[in-house]
């Protein structure tokens, strides 16, 4: 019964976040991290905000529900040390601090198995987020240069990992493995919504 999902990455300047969210009954909205470690079955295990070179953060799944759930990483704040030192300061101006470089991993594990059954990889940049004439995509977090020339802020990036239906378990699990464009109305962080679109769009006749 138990999944446990385990986000580590490389980087020693950046501070990223797993997260979990699904809608259970009356559409009340369960959103599960370390900014709230429980609800409904579902727990935040250990948090890591001193950098992906010091340790991994974990979710675990310990009923799974009637519903489907969509993992999502995101970037937090600033390691702990990051700003009270010039050289690290310095470090966050270099690929150091970008997501797309930051060797991140998500890794499910199923009971008490020691390796993992599914692993994503943090996608690289490219056409995930730019034109072919390398203009930011619409709606993906941006940031004005000293040149005045628009580009994708990294410090905002959320990248949407893969989703599970609950009623079925990691067998059903499919990769989303892109970044969330950002919508004009826009809840605070991406929301279940996601998978229910991807199973109904790709997956309806699917037998899992």
């Known amino acids: 019964v138990y999944k446990r999902q385990v986000l580590e990455w490389k980087s020693s300047v950046l501070n990223l976040d797993l997260f979990v969210t699904f809608n259970v009954q009356n559409a009340k909205s369960c959103e599960v991290s370390h900014f709230n470690p429980y609800c409904v079955g579902t727990q935040f295990e250990n948090q890591n905000n001193v950098g992906g070179q010091n340790g991994s953060e974990s979710i675990l799944i310990n009923e799974l529900g009637q519903y489907n759930y969509l993992f999502f990483v995101a970037p937090g704040t600033a390691p702990k040390g990051v700003k009270n030192n010039n050289t690290r300061v310095a470090e966050l101006n270099n690929n150091d601090n970008k997501v797309t ?27 995930l987020l ?11 977090p941006t940031k004005k240069k000293a040149d005045g020339k628009t580009i994708v802020d990294e410090t905002k990036l959320i990248w949407l990992a893969f989703c ?45």
């Open 164 to 208: 599970m239906k609950g009623d079925i378990g990691p067998r059903s699990i499919v990769p989303l493995n892109r970044y969330w464009p950002v919508p004009a109305h826009k809840p605070e962080t991406p929301t279940a919504e996601i998978c229910d679109q991807e199973y109904a769009r790709k997956y309806t006749n699917t037998v899992w």
């Open 101 to 127: 470089n930051s060797f991140a991993q998500v890794r499910v594990y199923t009971n008490s198995a020691d390796e993992a059954t599914y692993t994503f990889e943090v996608p690289g940049g490219g056409s």
């Open 130 to 140: 730019y034109t072919k004439d390398y203009k930011p995509l619409e709606n993906i």
